[in-house]
């Protein structure tokens, strides 16, 4: 499946990172968490229901776009799938990492794993369940920040995937009203990416960095952006028509490997926000996702890119 469909991440539903969902918080019965299991164990509240995963768990494989995640919060990963294997930005701990897929299940019987981590659409969950404690998500169910706190949860990390959140969210606010202070609060900001020779712009929830601008700083969106984004979070478009989506500033995602050259055309250079300079590129491999490492990651661009320091 093409991973412009994830999201994400993006997310595919895992695609290069879903739908736009805002941070609400989900009805009560659907919030999965943790009740204390054995010494041993816990139990975690799933979308499936109660599953016994380990208290303390040493080998971990995930196979959607988790990875992130478990590794910001401490714990051991030996298995990742080759989306994750892709990101530049994961060599410094997945660098060791076995690549994995969820068709090759015999690989990872080999791993050992204690636990197993993905989204709800990948295959063989059943002989997953044989191997290891397996959870799955549906992606977009609750809201990105939220999925942070309920891998953490998974993990018996939930203190520190909390913590975890609310200074994020402190940073990233703080960061939209200097970034609105410096910019304009009309401003708007656009997210565009070349993929597999079509042109893309983001909602406010398939990675990219979109739930940031979107949802925590508070930036603009372009009016025609949230109106073609409303339905499945992205829309694709043909070069000829980019103005019109084009923001006052606008954050690249590129592949030095993609169909780039509608940024050679008359019609891309002749947008205000690359006339001005306004235009902030990033790689593809790395901020598609929305994972809390990631995260982390995107939110320091942004605040570099506008507003010049860290």
Not at 126 to 149: N, S
Not at 206 to 214: D, K, N, S, V
């Amino acid at each position: 499946m093409k991973k412009i469909l994830l999201p994400a991440l993006l997310l595919i539903v895992l695609a290069l990172a879903a739908c736009g969902n805002k941070q609400e918080e989900p009805a009560k019965e659907d919030t999965p968490s943790k009740e204390q299991g054995t010494s041993d164990t816990i139990t975690y509240q799933s979308e499936e229901g109660p599953v016994e995963v380990p208290a303390n768990p040493q080998r971990v494989v995930v196979l959607s776009s988790f990875a992130g995640t478990v590794h910001e919060f401490g714990v051991n990963l030996v298995g990742a799938e080759s989306w994750s294997k892709d990101n530049p930005s994961f060599d410094s701990f997945l660098k060791d990492v076995e690549e994995v897929s969820d068709e090759n299940i015999e690989k990872i019987i080999e791993l050992e794993p204690d636990l197993i981590i993905g989204l709800n659409t990948i295959k063989n969950i059943d002989k997953l369940k044989e191997i290891a404690p397996t959870v799955t998500y549906t992606y977009g169910k609750v809201d990105y920040l939220t999925q942070q706190i309920e891998i953490g949860k998974l993990l018996n990390k939930e203190k520190e995937a909390t913590e975890w959140v609310d200074a994020f969210k402190a940073r990233a606010q703080q960061a939209g009203e200097d970034i609105k202070a410096k910019i304009g609060k009309d401003s708007t900001v656009s997210v565009i990416e070349e993929f597999d020779k079509q042109i893309y712009v983001f909602g406010d929830n398939w990675g990219r960095g979109t739930e940031i601008l979107y949802q925590e700083m508070k930036l603009a969106m372009p009016e025609k952006v949230k109106e073609m984004t409303k339905k499945d979070g992205y829309y694709a478009l043909s070069a000829e028509v980019l103005p019109e989506f084009a923001g006052d500033y606008i954050i690249l995602s590129k592949s030095d490997t993609g169909d780039n050259s509608f940024l050679e055309t008359e019609t891309y250079k002749n947008i205000p926000a690359v006339k001005n300079d306004q235009v902030y590129q990033v790689n593809t491999a790395e901020f598609s996702f929305n994972d809390a490492y990631t995260l982390d990651n995107q939110l320091d661009f942004f605040i570099k890119s506008f507003l010049g320091t860290k």
